[in-house]
């Protein structure tokens, strides 16, 4: 007798009697663990550009309050440049008078000589009041001048050295920073106020006739050498654009 080799039936009936091949009833091990190998690699991945996200957005804020800070000092001090050695009549001048009323006296010092509106006379400066904000000077005025002229301080205007220039003067009258630390994201920051090239301190540029001081900002962190933000910039004062 002869016995045809067994041959195994790969297949199986379904619940309703049709008969299934056993390839298509399910997943074999092989795809389930590469199927999960392959859901895990996408988590990773989209955590992983989560995070991501999450620290550039930190920075980004970090970055945008460090540079707010910096604006901060710069706006004070191109407040105090708008006003230096530069101000308004409050009431129209007088024939013969040696006093002028204005809006401030920001940097005005004995010694200065006045362009009051559009009088060329050269007054000398010989005396400032802040209270009431007044200028006493010589000689006795000799055009009269509406209210609102401007009078600024023109002994400055032509120098030729730089310490008689305006960057020169305001230099010497700088205000403090706004704040020297801060606490930013949970880190303490310092702001530092300089120069170009490393100076320490703002530098007048080296142009005739000295009018522009320029800055350098720096925001480093606590315990680094390596700033997160940098600015440079430069101040003109006020006077200075308004010289005849």
């Given at each position: 007798?002869?016995?045809?080799?067994?041959?195994?039936?790969?297949?199986?009936?379904?619940?309703?009697?049709?008969?299934?091949?056993?390839?298509?009833?399910?997943?074999?091990?092989?795809?389930?663990i590469?199927?999960?190998?392959?859901?895990?690699?996408?988590?990773?991945?989209?955590?992983?550009?989560?995070?991501?996200?999450?620290?550039?957005?930190t920075?980004?804020?970090?970055?945008?309050?460090?540079?707010?800070?910096i604006?901060?000092?710069?706006?004070?001090?191109?407040?105090?440049?708008?006003?230096?050695?530069?101000?308004?009549?409050?009431?129209?001048t007088?024939?013969?008078?040696?006093?002028?009323?204005?809006?401030?006296?920001?940097?005005?010092?004995?010694?200065?000589?006045?362009?009051?509106?559009?009088?060329?006379?050269?007054?000398?400066?010989?005396?400032?009041?802040?209270?009431?904000?007044?200028?006493?000077?010589?000689?006795?005025?000799?055009?009269?001048?509406?209210?609102?002229?401007?009078?600024?301080?023109?002994?400055?205007c032509?120098?030729?050295?730089?310490?008689?220039?305006?960057?020169?003067?305001?230099?010497?009258?700088?205000?403090?920073?706004?704040?020297?630390?801060?606490?930013?994201?949970?880190?303490?920051?310092?702001?530092?106020?300089?120069?170009?090239?490393?100076?320490?301190?703002?530098?007048?540029?080296?142009?005739?006739p000295?009018?522009?001081?320029?800055?350098?900002?720096?925001?480093?962190?606590?315990?680094?050498?390596?700033?997160?933000?940098?600015?440079?910039?430069?101040?003109?004062?006020?006077?200075?654009?308004?010289?005849?």
């Open positions: 007798m002869i016995v045809s080799p067994l041959k195994l039936n790969r297949s199986f009936l379904s619940p309703l009697g049709r008969r299934i091949p056993l390839a298509s009833a399910g997943f074999s091990l092989v795809e389930v590469v199927g999960m190998l392959i859901a895990m690699l996408f988590v990773a991945s989209s955590m992983q550009l989560m995070v991501y996200a999450m620290l550039l957005q920075q980004g804020r970090e970055m945008s309050t460090t540079k707010s800070w604006q901060e000092d710069i706006e004070q001090i191109r407040s105090l440049a708008a006003g230096y050695k530069s101000t308004q009549l409050t009431a129209p007088t024939l013969g008078a040696t006093t002028i009323n204005v809006e401030w006296v920001d940097g005005f010092a004995s010694g200065d000589t006045l362009r009051i509106g559009s009088d060329p006379t050269p007054y000398s400066v010989t005396a400032v009041s802040t209270t009431p904000a007044q200028l006493t000077f010589n000689p006795a005025i000799a055009s009269v001048q509406a209210s609102g002229g401007n009078v600024i301080a023109i002994n400055m032509n120098a030729t050295t730089p310490a008689f220039g305006f960057a020169q003067a305001l230099r010497t009258e700088l205000p403090s920073l706004v704040a020297s630390t801060r606490t930013i994201g949970g880190q303490t920051y310092t702001l530092i106020r300089g120069g170009p090239g490393g100076s320490a301190i703002p530098v007048v540029a080296n142009t005739p000295y009018h522009i001081l320029q800055f350098n900002y720096q925001v480093v962190p606590q315990g680094s050498t390596t700033a997160v933000a940098v600015l440079d910039t430069e101040v003109i004062p006020d006077a200075a654009l308004k010289c005849p």
